[in-house]
């Protein structure tokens, strides 16, 4: 039986947004009757079907990496960002300014490579276009922020990176049953997590080899792209 690959979600954001009671409840599918701290980091795993119901399903193990959000290890948990796959940005809803974190959180992420870290410093938007990293924002505790919710607008972070959102409480596993948007977004952005890791060589090879071998009109007929290249080298 062949190795089952696998890819790393990282699970970032403040500490008290609810990032452990989400994981559990996505890799058991129901909540966690005693949340922790998390201290440094802790992972779990989750089997996914990659494109599931096509003929390119496949199965896929997620590693979740709860990373802790204590301000105090902010300079040794970037031990935990290399590799990234894709990133679950979460958020407490009745919480504005665990919101307001997230740039800072995800600049900690894609710059992690910097030897010399500045203090406070936010998400640039040119570093992640040269990135494509997949990424997902996730609000919780919906239960308790209803008024907020019809108020609220999409996340400027969402729009910068192209992101999706989705909004749950963490006690309740209805919110991420089968078939529900929010159990669809949540797959959507595993495949996209897999096709990143996994097919993406394949996909640009693909597309520079139909580039090379599509048919070019010269003196009004049409040659092979690869003939036309070679007479020019000779």
């Keep these: 039986m ?3 690959e696998k890819v790393r979600v990282l699970i970032v954001g403040d500490s008290g947004v609810g990032k452990t009671s989400l994981i559990h409840l996505i890799c058991h599918n129901e909540p966690i009757a005693n949340p922790y701290w998390t201290i440094g980091c802790s992972v779990e795993c989750k089997l996914h079907e990659y494109k599931a119901g096509t003929l390119h399903q496949k199965d896929y193990f997620i590693e979740l990496w709860d990373i ?48 010399e870290r500045i203090e406070g ?3 640039d938007p040119e570093i992640f276009a040269g990135t ?24 400027g972070i969402c729009e910068e990176c192209g992101a999706d959102e989705i909004t749950l ?9 089968p078939g529900t948007s929010n159990a669809v977004t949540l797959s959507r952005f595993f495949d996209k997590v897999i096709e990143r890791k996994y097919y993406a060589r394949e996909s640009n090879a693909t597309s520079i080899n139909a580039a ?12 092979d792209r690869r003939r036309v290249i070679n007479t020019k080298n000779d």
């Design 121 to 123: 410093h936010d998400y």
């Design 68 to 115: 802790g959000g204590w301000s105090a290890h902010t300079n040794s948990r970037s031990i935990f960002y290399n590799p990234v796959h894709g990133v679950i940005l979460v958020h407490d809803l009745t919480n504005r300014k665990t919101e307001q974190n997230l740039r800072k959180w995800l600049g900690e992420v894609l710059n992690k490579e910097q030897k």
């Design 169 to 177: 409480d963490c006690t309740q596993v209805k919110h991420l049953a």
């Design 212 to 223: 090379f071998t599509s048919p070019i009109q010269v003196g009004g007929l049409f040659q």
């Design 2 to 4: 062949a190795a089952i």
């Design 132 to 155: 494509q990293v997949p990424i997902l924002l996730i609000g919780t505790k919906v239960d308790m922020a209803e008024s907020v919710q019809k108020s609220r607008r999409r996340s």
